[in-house]
């Protein structure tokens, strides 16, 4: 299977209402360093509706301007219709939200 393959797999993991880094994604995949590949894979995910990108968040819980399926504004409603909490300057509490495993 390859990287991206491995991205989309673990994402598919995360339960609703909870959320983790592009960091925590790309070190359960076995390559702590390639958080940007996650992006990447995100950014180019062929699964939407079955890969919920949207649970993916930078390591300070901000939530990613340039979301690809419509921006901060769509990535928050998605989270919001799932339990999570994110405040008005786009950012969810990681102590309480991010997924442990």
Known sequence: MNFFETVY?????????????????????????????????LHSNPYFGVVPCHRVVMKDG????????GGAEVQKALLQS???QVSDDFKVDMSVYRWEI
């Open 9 to 41: 797999q673990i994402v598919m993991r995360i339960p609703k209402g909870k959320v983790a880094s592009y960091g925590q994604i790309a070190a359960l995949a076995g390559n702590p360093k390639m958080s940007r590949q996650v992006g990447w894979a």
């Open 82 to 84: 799932e339990g999570v």
């Open 62 to 69: 901000s939530l990613t301007k340039s979301f690809a399926f």
